[in-house]
């Protein structure tokens, strides 16, 4: 079965049926020699692996991803220091949905050794959480929040993570926190059913 097939047989719409063979095309193309056709840039052949990487972690085939990500990076097709740390958070996301979460750890550790950024710190704590190192993984929840207090998503994800420790007062705290920061709190706070939790059901 291809990749094209899978997501039809997985209700993905046509749309991205017909990206996938596109991407597929262009593979062909990049890793056979072709008479009169000019081989894909280093640039161009990146963005394939990473385009096919995050295509077989939407199909929920994490070794294969690990396989496209770790191409850039073996051969130095990432041209710079932030393409790079890129191709590490997203072999992160790849070890850890196969629950290699050492090897999960290793790449998201390197990757916050070049950027701060926020979604590189959330990857960290959830490789924490997939590690029972919880201290940890509050330290960097408790980080996302320090960063964006009125981003209520950094709340209800902490929340969410005192809930599934059995912390059901902290959590009532953060859902109710999440709650109040405005329209987009009270979504997810109703989208995630946790309004039962601090008396405010769905009016």
């Known amino acids: 079965m291809t990749i094209a097939h899978e997501f039809k047989a997985n209700g993905q719409d046509k749309e991205a049926e017909a990206k996938v063979e ?16 000019q ?7 990146s963005n394939l692996h990473l385009i096919r990487g995050g295509l077989f972690l939407d199909l929920k085939r994490p070794q294969e991803a690990i396989s496209d990500f770790t191409v850039p990076l073996e051969q130095k097709l990432a041209p710079d220091r932030l393409t790079r740390g890129f191709f590490l958070y997203f072999r992160s996301r790849a070890y850890l949905m196969a629950r290699n979460f050492d090897a999960a750890l290793g790449d998201i550790q390197q990757a916050l050794s070049i950027e701060g950024s926020r979604r590189y710190i959330y990857q960290r ?3 924490y959480v997939g590690l029972e190192r919880t201290a940890e993984a509050f330290a960097d929840f408790d980080r996302l929040v320090e960063l964006d207090p009125n981003d209520p998503k950094w709340v209800v994800f ?14 009532k705290t953060d859902y109710l926190r999440a709650y109040n920061l405005g329209p ?19 009016e």
């Open 158 to 171: 902490r929340g969410e993570y005192q809930e599934s420790l059995g912390n059901m007062e902290a959590a």
């Open 184 to 202: 987009q709190g009270k979504g997810m706070i109703e989208k995630l059913n946790k309004g039962r939790l601090i008396g405010k059901n769905r």
């Open 39 to 45: 081989p894909l840039s280093n640039d161009n052949l």
């Open 125 to 127: 704590a959830l490789v």
């Open 22 to 37: 596109v991407v597929l095309r262009l593979f062909e193309r990049a890793t056979k020699a072709r008479s009169g056709e």
